[in-house]
Structure formats: C-alpha cells, structure tokens
C-alpha cells in the first residue's frame, strides 16, 4: 500500500476519461451509463452540477504512479436536493446537538436515483483491502474539513458487503420498479392484473387515442438533435408548474450535450406523444436505456390531457421494454401511483458514516428500527399490488 497515492478531484476533467471507464465496465459489466465519465463529467461542464448549485466535486482517486486503481465519485454539498434520499431528520438532529450538517459529503450520480453506487476498483487488486482504505481517507478528509457526515446513495448491492464490514451504516428507503417475468407483449402483461385494474389501465390509454395522440418511441441516432432540445422545453416548462418545488437541476447545455454526443445520445429514448409527426409532440418523455435496463428520467407536455403522463411515462415505455426484451424498468422517485400500475415496491440502501459519535450513536440506534418499519411498509404497499390471485410480481 505504501506505493499508493491518494488525490481528491475537483473535475472529472481532472481524470482520464479511458481510466474512468475502464474501472466502471470492472464495475459493472452491464452498462450503467449514470456513472459514466462523459454523463458525470457533462454534469459539470454544463453547469447543472456545480459549486454555485451546491454541488462541488470532490472525487477520490487511488493511483499507483499515473495508473488509477480506483475512484470514488463524491460531491461535497450545501443542501439536499437532488438526491431523493431524505435526510432533513438528520440535519434537525444535528442542529438540536449543536452541529453543522453542512456541507456534506455524498457519494452519487447526482441528481439520479439509480442503483450502483460503489467505488470502482481495479479487479486486479483487493476490493475489501482497498475499499476499506477509501474509507479511512474519507474518514481522515471529513475530520480534516469538519464534515459532519458521508452518504453514499442507492447503494449497488454487490459492493454493500463490503462497505458494511468496514463500519457504514446502512438505512433501507423503498423505490418502485417494474420487473418483466417474461411477458410476450403488452396484453400479457394487462392479463396480470386483475379484472378492475385492466379496466382502468384500458380507460386510461383509450383516453390518450381518444385525444388523438399516438406515442412513437425513438432511440439513439434516430433522435434529431433538435427534439432532445424540445424535450428541454417539456422538462422546464413541467419544472417550472411546481413552482419553488420544481426540481429543475439540469441546465439547457446538458440536454445539447446529450443530442451532441453520440456516444451519450445511443441511452437516450424519447417516447413522443404526437398527432402527426413524432417530430412535432404535444408532450414527451426521456428515458435512458443500457443493455436490459431502462430508466424513466422526464417529462412534459404542452397540453392538459387525462392519462397522458400515464401512457409516456409507464404504459408506452412498458411496451416498449416488452417488445425488447428488457429485465427492469425503474421509473425514478417517487409517486404512489406507480404500484397500481404494476411497479413493486425494492429496498434502496443507503451507507453513512459521521464524525461525531454523539451523532453516530443515536441514528445507529434509531436505524435497525426504521429499516424494520420499512420493510413492514413495502410488504404492506406489495401485498396491495392491483394483480390477479393467481400473479405472483417478480422481484429484482
């Protein structure tokens, strides 16, 4: 180990792009494109990501000369937007003792509640070795800045283990996801359900044909650069109906971005809502796909009509996932109508580490408790699913 230097980044410019991903495909040998260096380091180009919004990048490398051997991607940050994690308990907490909750230090792709979260080691050398040394710097980092705490969110099950046995703290959330058990095509997944919710889910796709909309999918290097520009327009314009709860985190450079590199461009998939030219939508949504997962990101639309949201954002981009053979589709957060429509409630762990042992020490108390509740709740939220007796829903 004595050969190992550590340095923190403030950029992803500050890295290698090939060394980057070289550790991530190690990582994930499916395609996981939230933690590519061109999605993270655009983040930041764009300005969605940067030290003005609350976010600054702060990622460790592990490097043996000029080889990395390994990276943490982490954001130092001034409050906790973005990452769908709720900790505001933790900050009351904190200030009821008499400490500083900001800034801290998360570990994400931000702004992306999906899973697989790790460092991203070298295969050639030891994962629990190295992983528990990354901590022990964090660790000695936060003391150095004092920094309350450390979150590493929508954690990849595989690494937790290892980020356990080295004194993170785990704390269960629930998100939805649909899980395809093989499904021939649309109708056999509406068979699932039970004779009520068919109805439903028939009524509410009628209601967007009978608007006259049809919803056309189109992917990668068939998207015209100008739609993911419109597809900008939607995802402002829905942001903005929220007013100061809006949620809009990505810049317009982002989005050119993601229509100017193809390499960015072949995850995307815009479900297009339309009335003649899938070119023209009257609303749209954006999803990003890799190998068989697909992930729902945005949306919105120039017009108020009944189900709309419903067919772009879950039934179209199901059908979809269907027809291609795809394993999982998460939606993104929130929403409690996404289980009638046949998304099942999956534990989302997240790891955290804090400085303050008077701190530690009563959230590791309160953790096993809260973990439990919520395990009761997704049992409770599955056993309600709108499907048929006989349906057992696949879990991931």
Avoid at 75 to 103: C, I, M, N, T
Avoid at 143 to 154: D, T, V
Avoid at 160 to 181: D, R
Avoid at 354 to 370: K, V, Y
Wanted: proline letters at 7%; charged letters at 20%; hydrophobic letters at 45%.
């Amino acid at each position: 180990m004595a050969e190992l230097q550590a340095r923190w980044h403030q950029s992803l410019a500050e890295i290698p792009e090939a060394d980057w991903d070289a550790l991530l495909a190690a990582a994930h040998p499916q395609e996981l494109p939230f933690y590519r260096w061109r999605w993270l380091q655009q983040l930041e180009a764009s300005g969605s990501i940067a030290p003005r919004e609350g976010w600054q990048g702060c990622h460790l490398g592990l490097w043996r000369g000029e080889v990395l051997l390994a990276v943490a991607p982490l954001y130092l940050k001034g409050h906790s937007y973005g990452e769908f994690v709720f900790d505001q308990s933790f900050a009351q907490l904190a200030g009821q003792l008499g400490l500083r909750y900001y800034p801290k230090l998360v570990g994400m792709s931000p702004v992306s509640p999906v899973q697989g979260y790790r460092f991203l080691i070298d295969p050639a050398e030891d994962e629990a070795e190295l992983t528990a040394l990354m901590l022990e710097l964090i660790d000695a980092f936060c003391r150095q800045h004092a920094i309350l705490s450390c979150n590493f969110l929508y954690v990849d099950p595989g690494w937790q283990p290892l980020a356990e046995a080295a004194g993170c703290a785990a704390w269960v959330n629930q998100q939805s996801q649909w899980i395809n058990p093989g499904h021939g095509d649309f109708n056999a997944y509406l068979a699932s359900f039970n004779a009520n919710q068919r109805r439903n889910i028939k009524r509410e796709r009628q209601a967007v044909a009978a608007a006259g909309l049809t919803v056309t999918p189109l992917l990668g290097e068939a998207i015209p650069p100008a739609l993911v520009g419109r597809m900008y327009d939607f995802y402002a314009q829905h942001c903005s109906r929220w007013g100061a709860w809006g949620s809009k985190y990505l810049s317009e450079s982002f989005f050119a971005a993601l229509a100017a590199d193809p390499e960015l461009r072949r995850h995307i998939v815009l479900f297009s809502a339309h009335r003649g030219d899938p070119g023209e939508p009257v609303a749209m949504s954006l999803c990003v796909h890799a190998g068989d997962q697909l992930w729902g990101r945005y949306w919105g639309s120039d017009e108020q009509i009944d189900c709309l949201h419903f067919e772009v954002c879950y039934y179209a981009p199901i059908a979809w996932a269907i027809e291609r053979g795809i394993r999982a589709f998460d939606p993104g957060a929130g929403g409690s109508h996404k289980r009638r429509r046949g998304f099942v409630a999956q534990p989302r762990v997240s790891l955290h580490r804090w400085s303050d042992p008077r701190f530690a020490s009563i959230l590791q108390r309160w953790l096993p408790g809260a973990n439990e509740e919520m395990a009761e709740l997704m049992a409770a939220m599955n056993a309600e699913l709108p499907f048929t007796a006989a349906y057992d829903p696949p879990h991931a």
